[in-house]
């Protein structure tokens, strides 16, 4: 068969929360000449995203529709059917699903299967080699730094794996006007993570030193920007949640909670402080000065490791005594957010090989690292997990039975949202 020759590329997402959504959308943009918005869709499971969350993105007036994994098939499959096959399928998912969701893709065996993309949405600072290997089969794996790329290559080359699917990019939500300071205007923001850090009384440390910031300093402003409100989740669960810390604190009126767009805080931050999150990479993108917390250590589960060398270390204390970190340049340049002008250029590469790949006769299968002969052991496990199977005599799901269904979803979600959190809170006592 012809490759595909349209000159309208369809592009499909799937992604398993809201972070990732937004980075699914933005990178099809990026890396395709597709004008028409990618078809949508997010994964049904604990962190699925509420309405709100999805919207905050702000990538897209469209809101993707919800799905199981087997849903996500058998739409593939029916496009397909319908002479509407995606051209371009973009995997922003957890490292397991991905490569559930690329034996599912195998075994539909479409006529001519899609390109298929995946990568991570921020910082990769944990589960380095399983992750990876677990998105191998892809025919890109997007690195977001030179850094990234570098690191990528090595795993896949040092077990035998190809490494021609890993392709340099960058972070696709990178953007925004540089940093201008206002005058009168002296803002700290605090870019908050689910699950870092992750004890009640770390989180604690971390709200008391915000608070007591903004009492020392009475003419700045102190916001917090969470990611969720309570009974939402992200990525990561989210145990302590600040909102409810703060209930047994006494903040003055300079300090504030806040949501809404990550893009339109930095608007008008002055200093960006976080322990690990890519909002930091955003930030020091645009040029706003920007602290990386050390009050917890500097510690791989923390994530701030990440960022040794990066001349942006700094405690409380020193942040309460006036100091504003200076990146360091040479690290700055191999994490991808270099001010050189290079940052637009960044996409060309994959660019370039997904429209490589568009144009070929056919595709090559679907060839992942993890095989019932590499990993019989562990490989069968997230299959199962995952329940994938499709088949074409697949009876059509009453309305009894959708109805069952969604029940059982919304007790799922409350299980593990409301209820697990306490009865773990429980178990430390």
Same mark, same amino acid.
């Not at 909102?243 to 903040?251: D, G, I």
């Given at each position: ?28 943009? =990026? ?255 645009? =040029? ?129 949202? =409301? ?11």
């Amino acid at each position: 068969m012809q490759g595909s020759n349209r000159e309208a590329v369809r592009v499909a997402v799937l992604a398993d929360s809201d972070t990732r959504w937004k980075w699914g959308a933005l990178t099809a943009r =990026r890396i395709t000449t597709a004008t028409a918005e990618p078809t949508g869709f997010v994964l049904r499971g604990r962190a699925t995203p509420t309405a709100r969350q999805l919207a905050e993105t702000g990538v897209s007036t469209t809101a993707p529709r919800e799905v199981t994994g087997a849903e996500f098939l058998r739409a593939v499959r029916d496009a397909e059917a319908r002479g509407e096959g995606y051209d371009v399928v973009v995997l922003a998912l957890v490292g397991g699903t991905v490569r559930a969701v690329l034996q599912g893709l195998a075994d539909l065996g479409p006529e001519r299967r899609p390109v298929i993309v995946t990568g991570y949405v921020g910082v990769v600072y944990e589960k380095l080699t399983d992750g990876l290997l677990l998105r191998h089969g892809a025919d890109v794996v997007l690195a977001n730094s030179r850094h990234d790329a570098e690191r990528f290559r090595a795993v896949y080359e040092g077990v035998g794996a190809g490494a021609d699917s890993v392709v340099e990019a960058a972070l696709p939500f990178l953007g925004g006007a540089p940093y201008a300071p206002e005058a009168g205007r002296d803002t700290l923001v605090f870019a908050a993570q689910p699950s870092v850090p992750a004890t009640r009384a770390e989180r604690a440390h971390v709200l008391r030193r915000l608070i007591s910031h903004a009492r020392l300093h009475p003419g700045r402003e102190v916001l917090l920007k969470l990611r969720s409100k309570p009974g939402e989740h992200t990525t990561h669960l989210e145990e302590f949640p600040f909102q409810k810390l703060v209930r047994e604190l006494a903040p003055p009126a300079n300090f504030r909670l806040v949501y809404g767009h990550m893009g339109e805080v930095l608007d008008r931050t002055d200093l960006l402080v976080t322990v690990s999150s890519t909002a930091a990479l955003e930030a020091l993108h645009r =040029r706003i000065p920007t602290a990386i917390l050390t009050d917890l250590g500097v510690r791989e589960a923390l994530g701030n490791h990440h960022f040794v060398g990066s001349g942006l270390l700094a405690s409380f204390d020193r942040l309460d005594q006036g100091l504003v970190p200076t990146p360091d340049e040479t690290w700055l340049s191999r994490q991808g957010v270099a001010s050189d002008g290079s940052y637009e250029r960044a996409f060309d590469a994959a660019r370039d090989r997904v429209a490589e790949l568009l144009a070929l006769p056919a595709l090559p299968p679907i060839a992942p690292y993890y095989t019932a002969e590499t990993a019989p052991g562990y490989l069968p496990g997230i299959l199962a997990r995952h329940r994938l199977d499709v088949t074409a005599s697949e009876p059509r799901e009453s309305g009894l039975r959708r109805i069952v269904r969604e029940a059982a979803r919304g007790a799922y979600r409350h299980g593990v949202q =409301r209820v697990a959190p306490v009865i773990r809170r429980l178990g430390e006592l």
